[in-house]
């Protein structure tokens, strides 16, 4: 009974007392945010050589442990002083293609109405960090800088913030001041213009004809005895005359052209790092044509569904796609989770790597209805271009992004 007092007691003086521990916690954590990796190790240092000397006596331990700390209080000394800063960071352009040249600014303006002394500018720029040394600046005075933005691989960089530091030389000490967002860079990837329509490979321009069969549409069926409840609008009068009896029209329903992509991602699909930037440029490019034609897409990959709306905002998506790991148990039951809440298609393409196997094609295939006409893109690099059929699916062979024109002329023929 004692000692679950004790505890309860100690349960209600923290709780009382977490508010005023959250306030010290605000109030230290920029403190020790100044301190860097470095700085910790000085300060263990220095507080290990204290205690050593005062239990054993040794006098040198005693000298490091001062040297120690006198070094960490006159790196504070470089923390002091405000800065007025404008900084604006400018891509140009935002957009560009695998290996296309990109450029950066930084302006910083000085908006205070006092004088800046010297400072340390830096900007991350993808995994890479720019650091540039700013003069001492006078009231709204500017200063420019330049710099590349790598673009050898597809990606998404983020360039900024921008930070001011002030530190000592060691690096015991910092402080960074946070002066602008983050803005991106799209790098999208490598893409083949294709013939118009040639995505489509649906011919007709009402829409493809299904085989259920609907009471109102364009596609004539045949005819049958109307039942109340009909609309009386396709009662075929003539028939009804010779026959005795009203008859009505019925069609077979037709849908408007609708295009899904299923871009598998799964890393061990592929061979090489190559092969799966072979297979986002071929799907780029097809999307790229068939959102050109006007029909109706959607692009699924294991991370989610691609924004569509534009050309532009496709190939933005695109950038943001990497290999992953197992997310679903299987291809097929990718496709069907990425799929089940989408249109019905009316053409289903599948893009995968030479580690794709025949079968998990199929697998997909099965998915939708003999109507969907489907087609595989079997990306393999270095291979011979080539289409092939098994069992009513259509396998094409892609082994470079310049034989993709090609080839899709050749299904859509």
Request: glycine share 6%; hydrophobic share 45%; net charge positive.
């Amino acid at each position: 009974m004692k000692t679950r007092r004790v505890r309860d007691f100690f349960a209600a003086l923290a709780e009382r007392s977490r508010p005023a521990r959250a306030a010290v916690a605000r109030a230290v954590r920029p403190v020790l945010a100044t301190v860097t990796g470095s700085g910790w190790v000085v300060l263990v240092v220095a507080a290990v050589s204290i205690v050593l000397s005062l239990v054993f006596g040794w006098q040198e331990f005693s000298y490091l442990g001062a040297v120690l700390l006198a070094a960490l209080v006159i790196g504070t000394l470089f923390l002091f002083g405000r800065s007025s800063y404008g900084v604006f960071i400018e891509l140009n352009p935002r957009r560009v293609v695998v290996g296309d040249r990109a450029m950066g600014r930084m302006l910083v303006t000085n908006t205070g109405t006092r004088a800046l002394t010297p400072t340390r500018m830096e900007l991350p720029v993808g995994r890479g960090l720019a650091e540039f040394q700013l003069p001492s600046m006078k009231p709204k005075e500017d200063h420019e800088e330049l710099f590349a933005v790598p673009t050898n691989r597809r990606a998404v960089i983020v360039a900024g913030p921008a930070e001011s530091v002030r530190g000592d030389q060691l690096g015991l000490l910092r402080r960074a001041v946070r002066w602008t967002d983050q803005v991106d860079l799209f790098v999208h990837p490598l893409t083949v213009r294709l013939v118009p329509s040639a995505a489509g490979l649906v011919k007709d321009l009402e829409g493809q004809v299904s085989k259920k069969i609907t009471s109102s549409d364009i596609a004539f069926h045949a005819l049958r005895p109307y039942v109340p409840g009909d609309d009386r609008r396709y009662v075929h009068w003539r028939t009804s005359a010779r026959v005795g009896q009203l008859m009505v029209r019925q069609f077979e329903e037709t849908r408007r052209s609708q295009l899904t992509m299923i871009l598998a991602t799964r890393s061990d699909l592929y061979a090489s790092d190559e092969e799966f930037e072979l297979a986002i440029s071929a799907t780029a490019s097809i999307a790229a044509q068939v959102i050109l034609d006007g029909t109706q897409m959607n692009v699924v990959s294991d991370s989610g569904t691609w924004r569509t709306q534009s050309v532009t905002s496709m190939m933005d998506a695109s950038c943001r796609i990497e290999p992953v790991g197992r997310v679903f148990p299987s291809v097929r039951e990718f496709a069907r989770e990425r799929t089940k809440r989408l249109p019905a298609p009316s053409v289903v393409m599948t893009i995968g790597g030479s580690n794709m196997s025949t079968a998990e094609y199929r697998s997909v295939e099965s998915l939708f209805g003999q109507d969907t006409n489907q087609v595989a893109f079997h990306v393999n690099l270095g291979a011979e271009p080539k289409i092939s059929s098994v069992a009513g699916l259509t396998l094409v062979t892609v082994g470079a992004l310049r034989d993709l024109s090609q080839l899709v002329r050749r299904i859509t023929e």
